[in-house]
T-cell receptor, first 110, second 118 residues
Framework: RKEVEQDPGPFNVPEGATVAFNCTYS??????FFWYRQDCRKEPKLLMS???SGNEDGRFTAQLNRASQYISLLIRDSKLSDSATYLC???????????FGSGTQLTVLP | GAGVSQSPSNKVTEKGKDVELRCDPI?????LYWYRQRLGQGLEFLIY????????KSGLPSDRFSAERTGESVSTLTIQRTQQEDSAVYLC????????????????FGPGTRLTVT
């Protein structure tokens, strides 16, 4: 089993739709959690950190479920510009580096 | 402020040649990371530097790969005797403080170096 798993998609949704992605992890010692957005042939850009209490930034909501060992990202009222690959990154335990999932591809259709 | 910068942006080299990739982290960031991303795949950790501590080289795929960092500034990743399977985007990231065990800090990525080995 991979340490971090994401549904690769693609998720094709119409503009205005709500879409959610999950990222499951196997290392229970993980302490920090992040969502990154990566556009085609670009570097990953930090979208948001994921806190135990969950956090919201505009149309984006991230949540952490430690019991079931997954994090989620919810995008409301999706825009064409949200089309990208969304990567989850986990850190902590004995490792300083982040371990990334392979990403979930989202395409928002007009 | 200025983000992470990397050079060159693209590098095409012949199999067997050595290449050197450069990364300039965000000023004041003590932690620096190198990752590799093959086409259509996730990020693969290579090496981590934190201040003047010994680097974590656990992700380097072979002894052809090495990296250096002077203090908290520029880092160079060197690949010797390049092979076609080394073709990938090499991404550098920095964070404000990745040194406290059990905690990770937000990492900010540079634009990457796209390496093609022919």
């Amino acid at each position: 089993r991979k340490e971090v798993e994401q549904d690769p998609g693609p998720f094709n949704v119409p503009e205005g739709a709500t879409v959610a992605f999950n990222c499951t992890y196997s290392n229970s010692a993980s302490q920090s959690f992040f969502w990154y957005r990566q556009d085609c042939r670009k570097e990953p850009k930090l979208l948001m950190s994921v806190y135990s209490s969950g956090n919201e930034d505009g149309r984006f909501t991230a949540q952490l479920n430690r019991a079931s060992q997954y994090i989620s990202l919810l995008i409301r009222d999706s825009k064409l510009s949200d089309s990208a690959t969304y990567l989850c990154g986990l850190g902590g335990g004995s490792a300083r580096q982040l371990t990334f999932g392979s990403g979930t591809q989202l395409t928002v259709l007009p | 402020g200025a983000g992470v910068s990397q050079s060159p942006s693209n590098k095409v080299t012949e199999k067997g040649k050595d290449v050197e990739l450069r990364c300039d982290p965000i000023s004041g960031h003590t932690a620096l990371y190198w990752y590799r991303q093959r086409l259509g795949q996730g990020l693969e950790f290579l090496i981590y530097f934190q201040g003047n501590s010994a680097p974590d080289k656990s992700g380097l795929p072979s002894d052809r790969f090495s990296a250096e960092r002077t203090g908290e500034s520029v880092s160079t990743l060197t690949i010797q005797r390049t092979q076609q399977e080394d073709s990938a985007v090499y991404l550098c990231a920095s964070s404000a403080n990745g040194g406290i065990q059990g905690q990770g800090y937000e990492q900010y990525f540079g634009p990457g170096t796209r390496l093609t080995v022919t």
